[in-house]
């Protein structure tokens, strides 16, 4: 099983990076996780152009070709096997700890490809409780920084949920680590882009499809009030994909199963990512 780190491959087991690299002192570091169907690349552009964007936000010069990255990221995966990349780069090695950006350090560049595990919730729907988004500015950026997203979601597993549903100034923004949809009155509705949500893949695909089936999508502001009277809800993310919220805060989603929109957009979804 080899991982990739700063232009070599090499055994997982033998992948070091020094307790001075700035993603370990200080979390200063983005990422991507990126789909791999059966060795090929999922959306490989959109993930490498949403890095670029997060890359650029924290002020890290580091710019390669898509054909750079592919050339990259391909060795590393099975082909015979539905995986997913896992991409990180931190501002580097600085000679001492310091919050001011090193002068000259070079930034660190890993990656590894695992198994996606098929997500049992899946057909039967999940339980999610909502939670107040004590998040940062900054969501847009695919930041390696999780700790309020890794807070928020072990207290929703704490509570025998699968995800957290984050609620800022009373709105809904998205998931510990997932977009969110939701059905209203048969109108498919999300929240629209801003530093407040990460511009998801999973959720441009889903918008896409919906859009090409003549399904609209509504993206705009969603109270906690609608989310609670919504008909349906969803959590997508590249690693689950699309899961139904059957559950929300102890109370049934409508019926209390997953909804007729949901399995239109999922069968889509399934079809298209072949
Ligand atoms: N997380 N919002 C947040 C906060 C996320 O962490 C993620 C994905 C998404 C969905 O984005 P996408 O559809 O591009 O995967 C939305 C990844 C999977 C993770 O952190 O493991």
Redesign the pocket.
């Known amino acids: 099983h080899k991982v990739y780190l700063n232009g070599e491959y090499l055994p997982l087991s033998k992948a070091r990076v020094s307790v001075l690299d700035r993603g370990f002192l200080f979390g200063d570091g983005v ?1 991507e ?1 990126i789909p791999a169907y059966h060795g090929k690349l999922f959306r490989l552009e959109a ?1 490498l152009q ?1 890095l670029e964007n997060s890359l650029s936000n924290i002020r890290l010069g580091l710019s390669y070709s898509v054909e750079k990255w592919r050339e990259i990221l391909l060795p590393l995966v099975d082909e015979t096997k539905d995986q997913y990349i896992y991409l990180q780069i931190t501002r580097g090695v600085a000679p001492k700890r310091d919050h001011a950006f090193p002068t000259s350090a070079v930034p660190t560049v890993f990656a590894m490809c695992s198994d996606i595990q098929y997500f049992e919730g899946r057909e039967v729907g999940v339980k999610a409780v909502t939670m107040d988004d004590n998040r940062w500015e900054m ?1 847009h950026v ?1 930041a390696t920084t ?1 700790l309020a ?1 890794i807070l928020l979601r072990q207290q929703a597993i704490e509570q025998g949920c699968a995800e957290a549903i984050l609620v800022k100034n009373g709105y809904v923004t ?6 969110l949809f939701v059905v209203i009155d048969g109108e498919l509705m999300t929240p629209a882009k801003s530093a407040d ?2 511009p ?4 441009d695909v889903i918008i896409e499809l919906a859009q090409a089936n003549d399904i609209k999508v509504n993206e705009n502001v969603i109270s906690l009030e609608a989310l609670q009277a919504a008909d349906e809800i969803w959590v ?4 689950r994909e699309i899961i139904p919220v059957v559950e929300l805060d102890g109370q049934p989603v409508a019926d209390g199963h997953p909804g007729p929109l949901w399995r239109k957009i999922n069968e889509l979804f399934q079809q298209y990512k072949q």
């Open positions: 990422y996780v993930h949403r969501c695919k999780l997203n998205e998931g510990a680590a997932s977009n949500i990460l998801g893949i999973t959720r997508t993310s590249s690693t």
